[in-house]
């Protein structure tokens, strides 16, 4: 018997996260989902407060991941001590609070789940990310392991695929919050899309305000980033997996207005 894995791209703003609360818990039954895993680094915008980081668990998340945004709130550091079911990059220091890297005991075996940072256009100052996925994926004994590398560039994204195929169960990107096309099983059996896309407003600029990001553009001076307004969407994608194997059977990006 196979099982759904949904994961969930970037969870943007208020709008993001109370669509998230309302949608999630009917999105799980309505598609079989055994395990979800939301990266909810944009909740706050800029970053995720403890407050929201519950709000996910309550409206159905099994595990949050994180990424470049991590430490942009303080008082998240000692809940990612306390809470393993949210990494942040396992590519940060060692002296980071939180994990990186957690197995999670399910009815339909253990799943280990890694969260990974890239290092192109964004913070430089992280372990090179497909060396530390190739010798935590030489140690790990689980089935089912899923990877959340997030990340700006493409090329990285698909390369970690690669470097990743047959001994992952399912890599994705994160990050870029415009879902791609390629939700696919590569040859040697794992799941695996470029980018997840975004759960936030449909009129946006990545979930920003559209004009206030033309102004961006334009030269405007910086100001704090507020969300778009109006109707809203949750983009991810489904991952069948044979739990016996860990092989991948079906990979399929969904969007749900
Ligand atoms: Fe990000």
Redo the contacts with the bound molecule.
């Keep these: 018997m196979s099982v759904n894995i949904l994961a969930i791209g970037?969870i943007c703003g208020d709008p993001g996260l109370n669509f998230l609360e309302r949608r999630l818990k009917g999105i799980r039954s309505e598609y079989n989902i055994d395990f979800v895993v939301v990266n909810g680094?944009?909740a706050n915008v800029v970053g995720i407060t403890p407050r929201q980081a519950d709000a996910i668990f309550r409206a159905g998340a099994d595990v949050i991941t994180l990424?470049?945004?991590t430490w942009t709130r303080t008082e998240l550091q000692p809940y990612l001590d306390e809470r393993k079911r949210i990494l942040r990059p396992a590519n940060f220091g060692p002296q980071c609070p939180g994990r990186g890297i957690e197995v999670f005991h399910t009815n339909f075996g253990d799943v280990c789940v890694l969260n990974l940072l890239g290092r192109f256009t964004l913070d430089g100052n992280t372990d090179n990310p497909f060396v530390i996925a190739d010798g935590f994926l030489e140690e790990i004994r689980e089935k089912i392991i899923l990877v959340d590398f997030?990340a700006e560039g493409s090329s990285q994204k698909r390369a970690m695929g690669y470097l990743l195929d047959g001994r992952a169960s399912a890599v994705w990107g994160t990050?870029t919050h415009v879902q791609t096309s390629d939700a696919e099983v590569l040859p040697k059996g794992t799941g695996y899309i470029t980018d997840l896309g975004m759960t936030g407003p449909v009129h946006s600029v990545l979930g920003i305000d559209p004009e206030q990001s033309i102004g961006k553009f334009l030269g405007d001076p910086p100001r704090r980033y507020e969300s778009a307004s109006g109707p809203c969407k949750l983009e991810g994608c489904i991952f069948e997996i044979d739990p016996e194997t860990g092989r991948c059977l079906r990979a399929e990006g969904i969007r749900i207005q």
């Design positions: 970037d680094e944009n990424g470049n945004h997030h990050h």
